[in-house]
């Protein structure tokens, strides 16, 4: 073979050798860089080549900044600390924006529930009704509106007999989700003991969709608490705008020390937002001064929703 003929041979080995080598892997790579445009030195895909195998795209990704999650917790702490708590006082707070789902909380005590339990009874008894299958009779109503719109107390010993007293509110609560709330002994309804994020269960089984109570009974329950007496409408609905609340309170004086438990809980629109509510004290010097306490914490909890919104 002469040496022209034998260049010849060589020269298309070596073509059909390129040929082959581009068609397992440079086309490929090519072919992912004209997806886009030309990247920055930074962002340039690495490409690797194992022995025997296809080369692959392996692009450098930045790494994306996330949100920082606001700490409720520590907010409504930090608010409370502007709330005059006078000494040997003790508060509880929780609060729920209904819109976004989140809660806060501060304390984590026991407290007698004086009147607010009667929010508590009406609800027992409309899921007694619920499982008879049956409506509220006209002694029902007219105990329900009087304990809930005027915190009559007759009526709620009525409608606590109804219900089988403390053994048929705390089956109630176990059904709702309220895991530290226990009824109070005999006839003493308003030496029920709950805490504060007890209440706020309690409150979204009263205006929340995920309820043992009906829609109706809902409905029911929201329509007392609208309505409560001109002389009881403090506590929580301070952290309203003008009239947009629902709510319950309770005030109990102690024969023991002569201070006051001071409660209330309920329902609350402010700058355009539904807040659910909170508050427990007891050691109060005064009625007074109990209410003073327990709208100041209310306004803090709310704020903490409202200004980091």
Same mark, same amino acid.
């Not at 304390?107 to 004086?114: K, L």
């Given at each position: 073979?002469?040496?022209?003929?034998?260049?010849?041979? !060589?020269?298309?080995?070596?073509?059909?050798?390129?040929?082959?080598?581009?068609?397992?892997?440079?086309?490929?790579?090519?072919?992912?860089?004209?997806?886009?445009?030309?990247?920055?030195?930074? %962002?340039?895909?690495?490409?690797?080549?194992?022995?025997?195998?296809?080369?692959?795209?392996?692009? *450098? !990704?930045?790494?994306?900044?996330?949100? @920082?999650?606001?700490?409720?917790?520590?907010?409504?702490?930090?608010?409370? @600390?502007? $709330?005059?708590?006078?000494?040997?006082?003790?508060?509880? !707070?929780?609060?729920?924006? &209904?819109?976004?789902?989140?809660?806060?909380?501060?304390?984590?005590?026991?407290?007698?529930?004086?009147?607010? &339990?009667? !929010?508590? $009874?009406?609800?027992?008894?409309?899921?007694?009704?619920?499982?008879?299958?049956?409506?509220?009779?006209? /002694?029902?109503? +007219?105990?329900?509106?009087?304990?809930?719109?005027?915190?009559?107390?007759?009526?709620? *010993?009525?409608?606590?007999?109804?219900?089988?007293? /403390?053994?048929?509110?705390?089956? #109630?609560?176990?059904?709702?989700?309220? &895991?530290?709330?226990?009824?109070?002994?005999?006839?003493?309804?308003?030496?029920?003991?709950?805490?504060?994020?007890?209440?706020?269960?309690?409150?979204?089984?009263?205006?929340?969709?995920?309820?043992?109570? *009906? /829609?109706?009974? +809902? =409905?029911?329950? +929201?329509?007392?608490?609208?309505?409560?007496?001109?002389? +009881?409408?403090?506590?929580?609905? %301070? #952290?309203?705008?003008?009239?947009?609340? %629902?709510?319950?309170?309770?005030?109990?004086?102690?024969?023991?020390?002569?201070?006051?438990?001071?409660?209330?809980?309920?329902? &609350?629109? #402010?700058?355009?937002?539904?807040?659910?509510? =909170?508050?427990? *004290?007891?050691?109060?010097?005064?009625?007074?001064?109990?209410?003073?306490?327990?709208?100041?914490?209310?306004? /803090?909890?709310?704020?903490?929703?409202?200004?980091?919104?």
């Amino acid at each position: 073979m002469t040496s022209r003929r034998v260049r010849h041979h !060589v020269l298309s080995a070596l073509a059909l050798l390129v040929v082959a080598t581009a068609t397992a892997g440079t086309v490929y790579v090519q072919g992912q860089a004209h997806a886009g445009a030309r990247s920055p030195a930074s %962002a340039r895909p690495s490409v690797t080549a194992p022995p025997g195998g296809e080369a692959s795209v392996e692009p *450098s !990704v930045e790494p994306v900044a996330q949100p @920082t999650a606001v700490d409720r917790q520590a907010l409504l702490a930090d608010a409370l @600390t502007g $709330v005059d708590v006078p000494e040997g006082v003790r508060l509880s !707070v929780a609060v729920l924006d &209904v819109a976004s789902g989140e809660s806060a909380g501060y304390g984590e005590a026991a407290f007698d529930t004086a009147s607010i &339990v009667k !929010v508590d $009874v009406l609800v027992s008894l409309l899921l007694r009704a619920q499982d008879e299958g049956r409506r509220l009779t006209s /002694a029902e109503r +007219q105990y329900a509106t009087a304990m809930i719109e005027n915190s009559d107390n007759d009526s709620a *010993s009525a409608l606590w007999r109804t219900i089988g007293q /403390a053994e048929g509110l705390d089956a #109630a609560n176990k059904r709702l989700g309220l &895991v530290a709330t226990e009824g109070g002994d005999g006839m003493l309804w308003g030496l029920t003991r709950t805490t504060a994020a007890d209440q706020l269960t309690l409150l979204t089984r009263v205006f929340g969709e995920d309820s043992a109570l *009906s /829609a109706a009974s +809902q =409905a029911y329950v +929201q329509e007392l608490m609208e309505r409560i007496a001109e002389g +009881q409408q403090w506590g929580v609905s %301070a #952290a309203a705008d003008g009239s947009a609340w %629902a709510l319950k309170n309770g005030w109990l004086p102690r024969s023991t020390t002569g201070l006051w438990d001071v409660n209330s809980i309920g329902r &609350v629109s #402010a700058d355009g937002s539904v807040y659910l509510v =909170a508050v427990l *004290s007891d050691g109060n010097a005064t009625q007074a001064a109990g209410i003073d306490l327990v709208e100041a914490a209310a306004k /803090a909890a709310v704020g903490v929703f409202a200004e980091a919104a």
